[in-house]
């Protein structure tokens, strides 16, 4: 099974910017709800969508102030678990950023460990590529940052033993 997800925050100044679990040098950040890792909660819409569970609002609502700055490592950990308890196993992830400014390559390696971590993945399941908008839209303008991600999960089935 394949999953997709997406998410999008604004970028504002003085905000804290944390892509895949990891604090990036930046004078602005994303305003969220959560700690606003767009990054993971792409990720955490992927891996539940594949499974045919939702989305990431359905679970984790921004309406609910248990979760005001919550860590969305924790979230991502949380939704692994519920895909370890309906006996779904993560096979890898594909992940794209899309941000203007800063760069990413710097923090690239630890934001793939860090997800490979969390996921219990091997290193080599999981990428994480950013680019730009070419200066295009809200993106382009510095305005926000997207991420894309998608997965592949399969089910383990136990043998029936007649």
Known sequence: MVGFGYDVHRLAEGESL???GVIIK?????VAHSDGDVLLHAVCDALLGAAGLGDIGEYFPDTDAAYKGISSVELLKRVTAMLVERNYRL???DCTLVLEQPKIMPYKAAICENIARVCGLPLERVSVKATTSEKLGFVGAGQGVQAYSV???EQIIEPTTT
């Open 26 to 30: 930046s004078p602005f950040g994303t």
């Open 151 to 153: 997965c592949q999960i």
């Open 91 to 93: 096979i890898n992830l």
């Open 18 to 20: 944390i892509l895949g």
